[in-house]
């Protein structure tokens, strides 16, 4: 018997189909992954292998080095180092170990070989100049048959027995658990998931590529900008939770990349992992509403501030991490908007209908965004221009005169009033423009459209949203979701997060079936209303005006707190504006006011922001107004932790 055993398990052992996801390694301290694709292959040499067998493994770090000089000396050497060492995080002078010279500047006048001290310092034991100097080496007994100009520089994994190089990946914990998953590319256009785990943070990992791999160009403005992609948009390769666990286990791997998150992959983009969305993009409040998955951790101020909903993982993660650049959100009532306020950075709402949301899970196809959260306003315009194109108009030659704002605070009775007046009398001064505040309700019922027949806002609009949300997502998505489910598992129901159920069943209970004919109608008596009335476009401006209102003003928002159950979202209020008038809103970050916490028993700081807003397609003049401020100084550029500047 034992025989037989024997011979079956060396049967399947034979029969094994074997491949290697890549390896993991830990170079001077930090945690690397090599990913398992060649991308090129340098000639082993006698000194390769025997580096290889002095660290004892097969991969040694090495650096691609590009000198654009014409005399490679020391002194260029260690400006080089200092300059990967200060622009890539990725790069660290483990990686030095090895050297591979790839010189793109006229030619040497001299080479100082071996470089001597700079290089012992270092502890690099090999020195590969390019096939220029081939013969100078060789004398030195080494041989570099392999010369590949195509390596772009950074450093690299390098096989001592076969030559091949590999990308370098630093490793990162996740552990503000904003994402779901660490993605890396294929060479076919799929995607796989990161085979790597550090240890010691609980939580997923992330890896990111060296920056010194990517060049930008023209054609790829986004080449090598770090992108976290909210998970309700399709990667093929790779399956779409849309923040529910049965839905991710129902169906399988996509095949298709929903054509913004391809827009920004053919820019350059380098998609580094999928982020936390709350349940179906519905809004949820932590910690209780998100049953299936955990709310991600909003680093501001204690720590312990809900990320709001639902683009909460890119939120959550821009807010905290330096090693991610961008993230990819959606916006149906707020979904970009909350979570850049609360977290601190520029978000953006565009104007409906200017990207494709093909491969991405629907809310409401009327209300349905794709936008971007960042803390960085020139890459922000930059990644907006890639996805968007033409979409957004760069159509103004001033910026609009007249500033409306709406709820702002009338005295500077606190720090995040003082923020926030400050902030208008800056604008108001840059732009050399007025300012009154605007009351939309009093204007509407003062002002309002014939079609509304008298009806306060609040009646008019305060179901729109919750009508077309509940009742288009219920039979885009649910319906097919719970049949399908159903079909796999003998008739069951998926488990679902209260929030949807109850805006699913107030679509389906509260209202009648064809609300949402009504709902659309409404909408669209107020949006031609809105882009009459109240902005109106201009051919200077591209918006006669923009209208600011406050975004966040530093009151905490717990998540250790119980709270009562979810409802569906009614009534109007100004954020509604560019929801149902489909134009843009975008936040800016303006400063941050101190609270005392009730879990540091310290004072902490808050974000506090302002929403800007103008006319249909007038985008381009937002992200513009964006960094014409940041570069006059009025706005500053928020960086990542507990404090924002
Ligand atoms: C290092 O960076 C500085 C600043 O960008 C640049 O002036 C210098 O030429 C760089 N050094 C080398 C050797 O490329
Ligand atoms: C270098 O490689 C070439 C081509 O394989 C070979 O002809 C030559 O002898 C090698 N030189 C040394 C020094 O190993
Ligand atoms: C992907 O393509 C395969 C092969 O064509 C097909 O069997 C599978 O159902 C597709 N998956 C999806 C999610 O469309
Ligand atoms: C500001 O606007 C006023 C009135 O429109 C105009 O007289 C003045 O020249 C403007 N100032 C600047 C600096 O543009
Ligand atoms: C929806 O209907 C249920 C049952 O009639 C009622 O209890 C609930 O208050 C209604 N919800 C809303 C938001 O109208
Ligand atoms: C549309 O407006 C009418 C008139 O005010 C109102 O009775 C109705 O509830 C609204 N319907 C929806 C779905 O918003
Ligand atoms: C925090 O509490 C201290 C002590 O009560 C008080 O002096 C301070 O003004 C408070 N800070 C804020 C921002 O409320
Ligand atoms: C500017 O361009 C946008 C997008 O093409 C368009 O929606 C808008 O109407 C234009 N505005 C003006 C004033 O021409």
Redesign the pocket.
């Known amino acids: 018997m034992a025989h037989a055993f024997l011979a079956l398990s060396l049967a399947v052992t034979v029969n094994a189909i074997v491949s290697i996801s890549g390896q993991t390694l830990i170079v001077n301290g930090v945690d690397y992954y090599a990913a398992p694709e060649s991308v090129s292959i340098i000639s082993a040499t006698a000194d390769m292998l025997s580096s290889a067998a002095t660290i004892g493994v097969d991969l040694i770090p090495l650096t691609v080095m590009e000198d654009t000089t014409s005399s490679f000396t020391t002194s260029v050497f260690r400006s080089i180092v200092g300059n990967y060492t200060s622009s890539d995080d990725v790069f660290n002078a483990g990686f030095l170990q090895a050297i591979y010279l790839k010189h793109t500047g006229s030619s040497p006048a001299t080479v100082q070989y071996p470089l001597g001290a700079a290089l012992t310092e270092y502890g690099t034991k090999l020195f590969m100049p390019s096939r220029a100097y081939t013969s100078s080496v060789e004398a030195q007994g080494h041989n570099f048959t392999g010369w590949r100009t195509e390596l772009p520089p950074g450093p690299y994994f390098m096989s001592a027995s076969t030559g091949d190089i590999y990308q370098a990946y630093r490793l990162y914990s996740d552990v503000q658990g904003a994402f779901t998953e660490g993605l890396k590319p294929n060479t076919d256009g799929t995607f796989s998931i990161l085979s790597a785990a550090i240890p010691g943070a609980q939580s997923l990992t992330i890896g990111v590529p060296s920056r010194l791999y990517y060049t930008k160009t023209a054609a790829q403005p986004l080449a090598g900008v770090r992108l976290g992609v909210k998970d309700i948009y399709d990667i093929a390769g790779i399956k779409t939770s849309c923040g529910n666990r049965a839905y991710y286990d129902l169906y399988p791997p996509r095949n298709v990349t929903a054509v913004a998150v391809q827009t920004l992959i053919d820019a350059g983009a380098v998609i580094i992992g999928k982020m936390k969305t709350s349940q179906f993009a519905n809004g949820e409040t932590a910690t209780a509403d998100w049953v299936d998955y955990h709310s991600p951790f909003n680093i501001r101020g204690d720590g312990y501030q809900d990320p709001s909903s639902s683009s909460s993982g890119p939120g959550a993660g821009i807010g905290s991490y330096d090693w991610l650049d961008i993230g990819l959100g959606s916006d149906t009532g707020g979904s970009i908007r909350g979570p850049s306020e609360v977290n601190g950075c520029f978000g953006n709402r565009p104007s409906h209908g200017l990207v494709s949301l093909d491969g991405v899970m629907p809310l409401s196809p009327n209300l349905d965004t794709a936008g971007f959260l960042t803390r960085d306003p020139f890459l922000w315009h930059e990644a907006a221009k890639a996805l968007y194109g ?4 760069s ?1 103004f030659t001033s910026f609009p005169t007249k500033i409306l704002t709406s709820g702002f605070p009338t005295s500077a009775s606190n720090e995040a009033n003082t923020i926030l007046l400050d902030f208008v009398s800056q604008l108001q001064t840059f732009l050399n423009a007025s300012t009154t505040a605007l009351d939309v309700e009093s204007l509407w019922s003062t002002n309002g459209p014939a079609a509304a027949g008298g009806d306060s806002i609040d009646d008019y609009l305060g179901i729109v949203y919750p009508v077309l949300i509940a009742q288009q997502q219920y039979s885009l998505f649910t319906l097919p979701f719970y049949a399908d489910y159903a079909a796999a598992h003998d008739g069951k129901r998926p488990f679902v997060d209260p929030a949807p159920l109850i805006r699913w069943a107030y679509g389906q209970n509260n209202v009648s079936a064809d609300a949402t004919t009504q709902a659309l109608q409404n909408k669209t008596v107020f949006m031609d209303w809105w882009s009459t009335e109240v902005i109106t ?3 200077e401006s ?1 918006s006669d005006s923009i209208l600011l209102y406050v975004g966040s003003d530093a009151t905490p928002n717990y998540r250790n707190l119980y709270r009562n159950s979810p409802v569906p979202p009614t009534g109007f209020s100004i954020s509604r504006v560019s929801n149902f008038a489909e134009v843009p809103d975008m936040v800016f970050p303006i400063g941050q006011a101190a609270y005392n916490s009730t879990i540091t028993l310290q004072e902490e700081y808050l974000p506090v922001t302002v929403d800007v807003v103008a006319a ?3 985008d381009g003049m937002i992200f513009g107004l964006a960094e014409a401020l940041t570069n006059a100084g009025i706005l500053k550029v928020p960086g990542t932790g507990s404090l924002m500047y």
Do not use: K, L, Y
């Not at 033409?390 to 108009?393: G, L, V, W």
């Open positions: 033409s979409n957004i108009a159509n476009p201009s051919v591209c249909r397609g007038c």
